[in-house]
Every structure is written in structure tokens, then in C-alpha cells.
């Protein structure tokens, strides 16, 4: 840090925090520890009794922070993002609308090998909602080397950027309800309604639906007419355990999908069954979606919705965190469930 006279220090970073005090009005920070100095500090500055202050010498091969953080915030910032303005080397990153977060997780890594900056997010492949805090990303000295911003500028080239949101698309749903008890009326429907809640939120409408015994040729023959119908992504409850009436995952096979699993390894939700009929994708629900509150189908429905395409190894990775653990008060998607 070099001390230098007031007059000369336009352009230049303030080296420490200056306070002011106007007695009966005001008593505080006048300027901030990093601030550049500008033409029109001076008098207050003079005012202040300042003749002299501490800057720091921002040379030709150095970012002030706010101006790193800057860059680095376009850098990251992906379709539906946005920045905040830099406040001591800060930037908040924040979604512009609702949709699946997507977090480039090996770029974040080698971004914080490098040192000087630092960036923390939320956990990926989760809805989150415009104005949502993603993450932060902050530069830790006062100025850094422009060599280090130029080396992450490069490390994100041809990549996937740092975060996006993708939004979610209008599904044209089938609903097929299986159950003998509730096609002959003993018990009334109380899945439908939870499909169709979790479907809304997501923007998509159930179309078709329709409810069936539990005969396999039966359940079979609505998935192949709602896919006639135009269906975009079908959905059938119940009948997926072990249990001689449990005919959905036979039936689901024998429209010809490929079954991308039929087991997945969260909890609960473990005996979900997830297929693609040509490219329609097809869910076998177990009886846990209907009165668990937070199961497998939530950690899927949002990435297919916003269009992703599903593969088993996405399936098989989710055991680590796949435990949900009942909290009295649910925060789900706030909480480790899902995140792996
Ligand atoms: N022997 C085994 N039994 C069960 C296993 C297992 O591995 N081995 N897994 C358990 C798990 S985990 C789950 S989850 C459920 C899966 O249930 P299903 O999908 O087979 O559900 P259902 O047997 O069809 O129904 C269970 C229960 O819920 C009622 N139900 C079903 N659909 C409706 C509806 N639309 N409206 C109202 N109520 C409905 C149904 O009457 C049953 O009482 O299996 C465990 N068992
Ligand atoms: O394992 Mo079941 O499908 O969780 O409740």
C-alpha cells in the first residue's frame, strides 16, 4: 500500500475503510476498503480532513475485484441467469424464471482450484424459482492477477456454462390409475389428484385418464391409446411390487418400452419403474407417491420435464442421498434428499 496525496488518487483503490461523521446527521462509512476513486470523492474526501489516504496501486496486470467479479459473473451465467451488482468482490447469482437448475459441477471444481476466487452454489438438477439465491462467487484479495480471470475464461471455453435453467415444457400427460378395488368402486381414486398436483406445478395437464383393473393386457392396451392419442408422457399408478396382482410392470413391458429401470435406489419410491415408449417417457408409480410427500418421482419429474432425457446410470447414482428422512416439516428440495 503506498500513501498518497487525495488530489492524486483518481482511479486508484482505497486501501482501508474511511468513516465520516456529521454531527446530529450522519456517522458511518463514507467509503468502503476497495472503493475506486473517482473525480467526485475528492472534496468529500478533503472534507472529511483526508489530505492523504492508503490506496493500492491497481498495475497493469490486475482486475479490482469488482471488476473480476464482473466478468466472472458474465462468464457463468447461462440462459435464464442473472447477476447482482458486485459489492465487495461479490456477485449473487439468481435464476430469471422457474425451471431445472443445471450446475457445470467440473468446471465449478477446477475454478476453486485455482485460489484468489471462490464460488459456492446450491445443489444442481433441482426446480428452483426466479429470484432463488444460486450462488455466490467472490474475488478474495482487493485486485487479482488478470492472468487468473483469462485462465478460467479459458477453462469454460466449449463448455457448458457454469449455470443455467432450463425451463419447463407443457406436457400433453395420460394418467392410467391401476387397481381392481378402485375401478369397481370399493375405494375411491386418491392417486389421480396427487399426480395431478405435482403435474401443475410443473406447468404440464393431465389430457387422458383413465382407470383399470388390474389386468396387464388391460393396462397395456390404454398406454398403447394414450399414446395413440398423442400422449407425450404417460403415467401409471399403482400394482408395481411383487404381489400376484401387480401387473404394471409387465404391462409397461409389453407395449415394447424400453425399461430404463425398474428399481431405483431412493427411498421411498424404490420400486418405481422408468421407460421410454419410443420416446415417450413412461412412469410406473408404486403406492408410495400417493402418501409419502416426497419420493423417487419428485427427484425425477423435474428433469423430464424440463426435457432431459433419462439414462440408468442418472438412476443408479442417486442412492448416495437418496434417503429421505421424514422431517416433521418438509423443505424438500432444501434439504440433502436427491443431492449427490
Ligand atoms: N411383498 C412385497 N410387498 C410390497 C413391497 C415388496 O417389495 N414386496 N414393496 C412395498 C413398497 S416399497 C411399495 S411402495 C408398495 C408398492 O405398492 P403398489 O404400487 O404395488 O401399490 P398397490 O399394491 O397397488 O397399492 C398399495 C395400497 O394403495 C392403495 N391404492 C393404490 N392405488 C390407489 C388409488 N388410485 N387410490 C386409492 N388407493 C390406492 C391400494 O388399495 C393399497 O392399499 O408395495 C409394498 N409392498
Ligand atoms: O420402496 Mo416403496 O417404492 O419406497 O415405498
Avoid: W
Amino acid at each position: 500500500m503506498n500513501v498518497i496525496r487525495t488530489e492524486d488518487a483518481v482511479g486508484m483503490v482505497l486501501g482501508h475503510d474511511i468513516t465520516e461523521i456529521v454531527p446530529g446527521e450522519f456517522k458511518g462509512v463514507a467509503f468502503k476498503k476497495g472503493h475506486i476513486i473517482t473525480e467526485n470523492d475528492i472534496e468529500r474526501l478533503l472534507r472529511i480532513g483526508k489530505e492523504h489516504i492508503y490506496v493500492f496501486d491497481l498495475s497493469e496486470d490486475e482486475f479490482h475485484e469488482d471488476e473480476a467479479a464482473v466478468r466472472l459473473g458474465e462468464l457463468f451465467a447461462g440462459s435464464g441467469i442473472s447477476f447482482s451488482e458486485p459489492k465487495e468482490g461479490k456477485i449473487n447469482i439468481n435464476p430469471e424464471y422457474k425451471g431445472l437448475l443445471k450446475i457445470n459441477r467440473d468446471l465449478l471444481d477446477e475454478v476453486n482450484d485455482i485460489g484468489d476466487i471462490c464460488v459456492a452454489t446450491i445443489h444442481g438438477d433441482r426446480y428452483v424459482n426466479k429470484g432463488d439465491l444460486l450462488g455466490g462467487c467472490r474475488i478474495i484479495p482487493l485486485t487479482t492477477k488478470k492472468e487468473n480471470i483469462y485462465k478460467i475464461e479459458e477453462l469454460a471455453k466449449d463448455k457448458e456454462p457454469m449455470f443455467q435453467v432450463k425451463p419447463f415444457k407443457k406436457f400433453k400427460t395420460a394418467l392410467i390409475v391401476t387397481g381392481s378395488e378402485v375401478y369397481k368402486g370399493r375405494i375411491e381414486d386418491k392417486f389421480g389428484p396427487v399426480i395431478e398436483k405435482k403435474l401443475k406445478f410443473f406447468g404440464s395437464e393431465i389430457f387422458y385418464k383413465e382407470i383399470v383393473p388390474d389386468e396387464l393386457e388391460t393396462i397395456k392396451e390404454k398406454i398403447l391409446a394414450a399414446k395413440e392419442k398423442g400422449a407425450e408422457l404417460i403415467i401409471v399408478t399403482g400394482g408395481m411390487s411383487v404381489d400376484p396382482d401387480d401387473k404394471t410392470p409387465g404391462a409397461i413391458k409389453a407395449t415394447g418400452a424400453n425399461i430404463i429401470t425398474y428399481g431405483t435406489p431412493i427411498l421411498p419410491g424404490a420400486m418405481l419403474l422408468f421407460a421410454y415408449l419410443d420416446d415417450i417417457p413412461v412412469f410406473g408409480l408404486p403406492g408410495c407417491v400417493m402418501f409419502a410427500k416426497t419420493t423417487a418421482f419428485d427427484l425425477l419429474l423435474p428433469k423430464v420435464m424440463a426435457g432431459e432425457k433419462i439414462y440408468r446410470k442418472d438412476i443408479s447414482r442417486m442412492g448416495y442421498g437418496g434417503q429421505c428422512i421424514s422431517c416433521e416439516v418438509c423443505t424438500f428440495p432444501n434439504c440433502h434428499f436427491g443431492k449427490h
